[in-house]
C-alpha cells in the first residue's frame, strides 16, 4: 500500500502527543515532587502552581498534588528551580533496557 | 461548436485586458509590485478596487517576493488570488513561486515577459519566465491581447481544478502597451464559465492543521495511524499533476468555446502544418511574427507551416511529435538562451522527437533579446539560411545561431 | 483580574513531547502565548526553531492552524493571512506571526517593515535567543556585543544589538512591547492586551537558549531574570505613544531604580568567555544610560 491512500496533496499535519517520540527518554535527571513540601499539596488548595506556570513542556498538571507526565519530561529542572520551597528535586534514575 | 454571441469589441493594450480578467475572474486579494512593463496592469487593478468596480483586498507590497508570498497565505485561507509582475520582479520571486507550486495553491501570475540584467534592459524578451521553468507552474504564453484575457479567465478554471499555480505569459510592449481589438466578455458568461474557488484544505482554528513543515526523506506514520507521504512522494504528486494538467487545459479551453465562442482546446496553434515540409516553431507574439514570414515563404513556394507554443509547461511532447510528423527541417526560434546549450523551446521539441520515427533536422535561432526588433523578413532569412545548412555535412550544430550584429 | 499561576487557564496548544531542545524559553513563551489568545489565531512561522517546534510531517505538536512560509516572507504570509481572512468576511480570528530574531531583525525586516507601515492588522511576535540557534549559533543582528557564536568564534562579536523594538516603534503602530520568558505572566497579559488592540503589534520576547548560550537548562529563567534585573533586558510596553515599564522593571524603578551589575550575567554564560573588561564596562555605560532613558520616559513612576 502507497502513501497515495493520506488523501494528502501538499504537507498536511495534524496535531499529535509525542510527535518527537518519547522525549522522556531525552532524561539524565528526573524531578521529583515531594507532596509533604509542595504548598498546594500540604494546604490542599490551589495556591502555588509556579512549576506548572514555568515548564516550557507543559508536561506538570494543574492539579493537587501537581503531577509530571515522566514520558515526555525532558528533565531540564526549571521546575526544580522555581519552586519557592525546593519541593522538587532532580535525581539520577534508573533506566530500565529497552 | 460555435455560440452565437453578440461581440463586445474594445481596443485595449494587453495589461488593461489582463486587468479586465482578473476582474471579471473575481479575484480576492492582490498582491503586486510596480515593475516595468506591468506598471500598468497594477495601477489598474487598484484603481478598480478603490473605486469600488472589484470586491478585493489589494496589498501594495514592498517587494515581489512579498507579493507572492501575501498570495500563498492568502490562498491558503481560502482566497483567490492574483499577482502580476516581469523581469527581475520574476527572479526576486524565484523562492516563493516554487512554495506556491510546493504547496500546490492555484495562484495565477501574469508574467508580462521583459530582459533581466546585467545590464538594465526593460524591453521583451522571455529570459525571466523561461528562467522559472522548474519551479512547478504551469505555463501558458500568450499571442495577442484577446488570449491574454482569454487564458486569465481559463488560468483560475485549471489552477483550481488540478491545485497547480499557473503563470500566464504574454510580451512586454509587444503586447502589454500595444492596443488591439479585444472581445470583452459579459461577467455573467465569466460566472457561468469559473465557478467559485473551493480550496483542497484551509488554515482554519476550528481544524488546526499545519502546512509546509519540515518533511523527512521517507514516509512516516500520522496520527490516525495512516502511512503518510515523504518528500518525495510530495514531489512526485506535483510532477503527476502537471503531467495530468494538460487534458485539463485543453478541456477548460474546449468548454470556454462553449461559453465565449473561441476556441482555446489546444496546447499549440498551428498554421498551414497539414502540407509543410518545414516547420517554424515560437512561443508569444512571436508566433504571429512567424506566419507572416510563412506567408513570405510560402509565396516563394516553399511549404512552410508554423507552431506556436502556447502550453510550455507541462510540454505537450507527444502532440508536438503529432504535429511535426511531417516536417523534414524544423528551426525553432527562442527569445532566451540557456548559456552554454541553447533555446529552452528548441532544447524541448528536440527532447520531444528523440526515440520517435522523426528524424527531422533541428536548427535552433536566437532573437529578439531585449527587445531587439524581430522582422518576418528575418525569419525567413533565418529559415532559408537552415534550409540551405542541410546540403552541409554536420547533421545538427551544437550550438543556436544568434540573429544580431556580432 | 490579573492573571497569577493559579488562575492562569489551565488549556495547552503546546502538546507534550515536541523537539524543542530541554529548558527551551521559547517553547515556554509560546505556550504562553498561545494560551493568551485561547488558540484562536493563524500561526505564521518562518525558518527558525519554531519550526522545529512544530514538528514534522504529518504531525505537529501545536494545536493551532499554522502556515511556515521562507525566511524573508514572514510579514507577508501574516499579510496574506490578514488580507484573505478580509476578503473572506472571516472575523474574530488572531493572525499571529511568529519569528526568531535573525527572522526578524536580518532577513525578515524588509517584509516586517511593509507590512508595519501598511499597518496590517496582525500581531507579530519575535522570540530572542540572540543568534541563528536552528542552525547551530551563528551570530545575527540581536546577537549581543562579545558574545561568541559559530562566526564570531574567537573574537566574539563586536557590535551592538539591534534595537528592533524602538525600529517598530518609529513605524508608529498601535502597540509594541518588551518581554521575557523569564516572566511568563507579564507575557501573557501583554498579548491579550495586544489581542483587543487593531493594527500592528510588535512584541520581543527575550528567550535565554540553553545550548547556544552555554548555561545548564534548569538555568533558563535565572539567566532571563538576570538580564532584567541588570538591565540588559528592559520590560516595558507602549501603546499609543505611551511608554510604561512593567513587571520586574516597574518594580525595580519604583524600588529606587538600582540595577544589578551587568557583569554577573555575562560570566554566567559560557557565549562570553572571551568577553574583556573593557568590553564589560562599555557594556554597564550602555546599560546605564539606557536604563536612565526608560526611567525618564516611563509614565507610570
Not at chain 2, 512516516?220 to 487534458?247: F, I, P, T, W
Not at chain 3, 499554522?66 to 504570509?77: E, H, L, M
Request: proline fraction near 5%; charge should be negative; charged fraction near 20%.
Amino acid at each position: 500500500m502507497g502513501t497515495r491512500d493520506c488523501n494528502h496533496i501538499c504537507d498536511e499535519s495534524s496535531p499529535g502527543i509525542g510527535e518527537a517520540g518519547r522525549t522522556g527518554e531525552w532524561r539524565t535527571l528526573m524531578p521529583v515532587i515531594d507532596d509533604k513540601k509542595c504548598t498546594t499539596s500540604r494546604l490542599n488548595k490551589p495556591t502555588c502552581f509556579l512549576c506548572w506556570l514555568y515548564c516550557p513542556e507543559a508536561v506538570i498538571t494543574k492539579g493537587i498534588p501537581p503531577l509530571i507526565n515522566l514520558e515526555y519530561c525532558k528533565g531540564c529542572g526549571i521546575c526544580s528551580q522555581v519552586c519557592p520551597v525546593q519541593a522538587i528535586v532532580m535525581v539520577h534514575e534508573e533506566k530500565t533496557a529497552g | 461548436m460555435a455560440i452565437q454571441r453578440k461581440a463586445n469589441i474594445h481596443i485595449l493594450d494587453g495589461n488593461q485586458a489582463a486587468a479586465i480578467a482578473a476582474m471579471m475572474s473575481r479575484v480576492q486579494v492582490i498582491a503586486a509590485y510596480p515593475i516595468t512593463p506591468q506598471t500598468p496592469l497594477t495601477e489598474q487593478l487598484s484603481q478598480y478596487v478603490e473605486e469600488g468596480e472589484l470586491q478585493a483586498e489589494y496589498v501594495a507590497v514592498e517587494s515581489e517576493h512579498s507579493a507572492m508570498a501575501v498570495c500563498t497565505s492568502a490562498s491558503l485561507v481560502g482566497a483567490r488570488t492574483f499577482t502580476a509582475t516581469s523581469s527581475h520582479g520574476l527572479a526576486y520571486m524565484h523562492e516563493m513561486l516554487h512554495w506556491a507550486a510546493g504547496a500546490r495553491l492555484p495562484i495565477v501570475l501574469a508574467c508580462v515577459n521583459r530582459a533581466i540584467g546585467a545590464p538594465w534592459n526593460v524591453l521583451n524578451d522571455q529570459q525571466d519566465s523561461i528562467s522559472q521553468r522548474d519551479t512547478g507552474w504551469i505555463q501558458i504564453y500568450c499571442r495577442n491581447n484577446q488570449e491574454i484575457l482569454d487564458t486569465i479567465i481559463q488560468a483560475y478554471r485549471i489552477a483550481e481544478q488540478v491545485f497547480v499555480p499557473v503563470m500566464v505569459c504574454y510580451d512586454g510592449y509587444i503586447l502589454s502597451h500595444t492596443e488591439m481589438p479585444v472581445d470583452v466578455p459579459t461577467q455573467e458568461e465569466v460566472d457561468k464559465y469559473l465557478p467559485h474557488y473551493k480550496p483542497h484544505t484551509v488554515l482554519d482554528p476550528a481544524k488546526p492543521k499545519n502546512y509546509n513543515l519540515v518533511t523527512l526523506a521517507n514516509p512516516r506514520v500520522g496520527v490516525d495511524g495512516k502511512l503518510c507521504h515523504g518528500y518525495m512522494e510530495l514531489r512526485y504528486l506535483l510532477q503527476e499533476a502537471l503531467q495530468n494538467s494538460k487534458e485539463v487545459i485543453v478541456k477548460a479551453g474546449k468548454e470556454f468555446n462553449q461559453v465565449f465562442g473561441r476556441d482555446y482546446a489546444n496546447v499549440f496553434w498551428e498554421d498551414r502544418n497539414e502540407d509543410a515540409e518545414i516547420t517554424i516553431v515560437a512561443m508569444g507574439s512571436l508566433a504571429m511574427e512567424a506566419i507572416v514570414a510563412a506567408d513570405m515563404l510560402r509565396e516563394q513556394g516553399i511549404k512552410v507551416g508554423v507552431l506556436g507554443l502556447r502550453v510550455f509547461r507541462p510540454f505537450p511532447k507527444s502532440e508536438v511529435v503529432q504535429a511535426l510528423r511531417k516536417s523534414k527541417l524544423i528551426v525553432v526560434f527562442d527569445k532566451n538562451i540557456s548559456y552554454g546549450s541553447e533555446g529552452a523551446t528548441c532544447s524541448e521539441i528536440k527532447s520531444a522527437l528523440y526515440g520517435t520515427y522523426i528524424n527531422a533536422a533541428v536548427r535552433n535561432f536566437i532573437v529578439g533579446l531585449g527587445g531587439r526588433d524581430v522582422k518576418a523578413r528575418e525569419l525567413v532569412e533565418a529559415t532559408k539560411k537552415a534550409i540551405a545548412s542541410l546540403k552541409e555535412t554536420v547533421v545538427n550544430p551544437d550550438y543556436p545561431e544568434w540573429i544580431c550584429e556580432i | 483580574m490579573k492573571a497569577n499561576a493559579v488562575n492562569l487557564i489551565e488549556q495547552e496548544w503546546i502538546l507534550p513531547g515536541n523537539r524543542t531542545c530541554p529548558g527551551c524559553a521559547l517553547s515556554l513563551a509560546y505556550r504562553h502565548i498561545l494560551k493568551a489568545l485561547e488558540g484562536q489565531c493563524i500561526v505564521t512561522v518562518p525558518a527558525s526553531c519554531a519550526t522545529v517546534l512544530h514538528g514534522m510531517y504529518p504531525i505537529t505538536a501545536v494545536n493551532v492552524p499554522c502556515v511556515n512560509t521562507p525566511f524573508a516572507s514572514t510579514g507577508a504570509s501574516a499579510t496574506g493571512l490578514v488580507a484573505g481572512l478580509k476578503a473572506l468576511g472571516k472575523k474574530g480570528i488572531t493572525v499571529l506571526a511568529f519569528a526568531g530574531d535573525g527572522g526578524t531583525h536580518d532577513i525578515g525586516i524588509q517584509s516586517l517593515s511593509g507590512a508595519a507601515e501598511r499597518q496590517m492588522d496582525f500581531i507579530y511576535i519575535c522570540y530572542d535567543n540572540e543568534g541563528y540557534m536552528n542552525t547551530g549559533n551563528q551570530r545575527s543582528g540581536s546577537t549581543p556585543l562579545g558574545a561568541v557564536s559559530g562566526t564570531t568564534p574567537v573574537l566574539g562579536k563586536q557590535q551592538y544589538q539591534k534595537d528592533m523594538t524602538a525600529i517598530m516603534e518609529a513605524h508608529g503602530i498601535p502597540y509594541v512591547a518588551t518581554c521575557s520568558a523569564s516572566y511568563p505572566l507579564d507575557l501573557y497579559e501583554k498579548v491579550k492586551k495586544a489581542r483587543t488592540i487593531e493594527g500592528t503589534r510588535f512584541l520581543h520576547v527575550h528567550t535565554p537558549c540553553p545550548p547556544g548560550w552555554l548555561f545548564p537548562f534548569s538555568d533558563t529563567i535565572k539567566i532571563g531574570e538576570m538580564a532584567v534585573e541588570t538591565g540588559l533586558v528592559v520590560l516595558y510596553e507602549i501603546e499609543d505613544g505611551i511608554f510604561r515599564l512593567t513587571s520586574h522593571s516597574e518594580s525595580m524603578a519604583r524600588r529606587g531604580g538600582n540595577l544589578q551589575p551587568v557583569r554577573e550575567y555575562f560570566i554566567s554564560q559560557g557565549r562570553f568567555k572571551t568577553i574583556t573588561e573593557e568590553q564589560i564596562d562599555e557594556l554597564q555605560d550602555w546599560v546605564n544610560a539606557r536604563w536612565k532613558q526608560c526611567l525618564h520616559r516611563a509614565t507610570n513612576l
